[in-house]
């Protein structure tokens, strides 16, 4: 019998076996639009066209919102000023990565004054989207996230920038700390709203990338002592509600494992393997009560022979037993073919068949 995605997500989460493994995963516009071109119909969502699972994320804004201005418009780019105070080029081709230039919060005076800024306000709610959207979500039994703000990754990146927070760690904690209490009070002030009016989800999730290539940014003693305490409140805050807590992170965090599982997570992703992530370790280390979300490597998807390989020799011991999501270990690139993902998907219906 054929599941819905709730189901086939709750009993991975429940660690059994469900009637495939779900598929879920995040393509560029590039990559949709090139799909559209190779012949996928341009009115229908993609993931009605390859049959795979929805999941769907309920955001709220807690920025500071500072003004949000443009500085220079051009054929290739645009620079401007963002919500969180920090100044962007945004090249203008399909699928480009922002340019940092310059962030307003880089000493804890000027986060004293974005701090102010931060307000608990039931209009950062998009209650009209969510009225529109949220009972076709729930009639379709899909799996909704709600999205969490706060943590390393979006603190140093969106606000005050990666060389700032990262000496802060090491000479000014209490700043840091401050800045991680914020962000995830108002997460959490904001989802309890959501929560008393009805909009419920089925776990929560947020980014918080702590790793690059070959090693994680800190030390397992400054995640302890500085990152942990805050993961460990909202995934309690999950729990609390009878719902699952669900952590992004890229790079190579391996070493964190340990203490990151601490916090009582329930899934990881995305399993960066370019970065240095082992998916069948964790699967033999912790599949038991870790469930795993990506580790598929991306950087294989546009060789169809490859990626095919790499699924048939990780899909079938990752699906024991429950506990995996297919993805791949980050998004789905442009250079991945119409013809290519459609051969993906259905490798992956067929090896991660229970």
């Not at 559209?36 to 994320?57: A, C, H, Q, Y």
């Not at 979006?154 to 606000?159: A, E, G, I, K, R």
């Not at 805050?230 to 992004?248: E, N, P, Q, T």
Request: glycine fraction near 6%.
């Amino acid at each position: 019998m054929e599941l819905s995605t709730k189901k086939r997500f709750e009993r991975m989460y429940e660690h059994r076996e469900a009637d495939r493994i779900p598929i879920s995963d995040s393509p560029w516009n590039g990559t949709i639009n090139r799909w559209k071109r190779e012949g996928m119909p341009s009115n229908l969502d993609w993931r009605d066209f390859f049959g795979i699972d929805k999941v769907e994320t309920i955001t709220v804004d807690i920025s500071p919102r500072f003004e949000k201005k443009i500085l220079e418009d051009t054929d290739r780019y645009t620079i401007f000023t963002s919500e969180w105070g920090v100044t962007m080029k945004q090249f203008k081709e399909e699928d480009s990565t922002p340019e940092f230039i310059d962030f307003k919060v880089k000493t804890p005076e000027e986060w004293e004054k974005a701090k102010r800024k931060m307000t608990v306000d039931p209009n950062r709610i998009n209650w009209n989207y969510l009225k529109q959207n949220y009972p076709i979500w729930k009639g379709e039994e899909r799996w909704i996230h709600g999205q969490f703000w706060f943590g390393f990754d979006v603190t140093h990146s969106w606000m005050a920038g990666t060389e700032t927070i990262l000496i802060a760690m090491l000479e000014e904690p209490e700043w840091v700390k401050d800045m991680f209490a914020t962000y995830l009070d108002c997460s959490i002030a904001h989802m309890d709203m959501l929560w008393d009016a009805g909009y419920t989800f089925d776990a929560i999730t947020w980014y918080d990338d702590m790793g690059y290539k070959g090693t994680p940014f800190f030390s397992n003693t400054i995640y302890r002592e500085l990152l942990q305490p805050f993961h460990k409140k909202a995934v309690d805050w999950a729990h609390s509600k009878g719902i699952y807590a669900r952590l992004h992170s890229c790079g190579d965090i391996m070493p964190l494992i340990p203490d990151i599982l601490d916090t009582g997570i329930d899934a990881l992703n995305p399993i960066e393997i370019k970065a240095g992530m082992d998916p069948l370790f964790l699967k033999n280390q912790y599949g038991d009560r870790l469930v795993l979300n990506g580790g598929i490597n991306a950087v294989l998807w546009d060789n169809k022979e490859a990626i095919i390989s790499e699924i048939d020799r990780l899909v079938p011991t990752l699906k024991n037993n429950g506990g995996f999501i297919f993805s791949s270990d980050h998004s789905i690139p442009n250079s991945v073919s119409l013809e290519n993902f459609q051969a993906i998907i259905k490798e992956v219906k067929t090896v991660g068949k229970y």
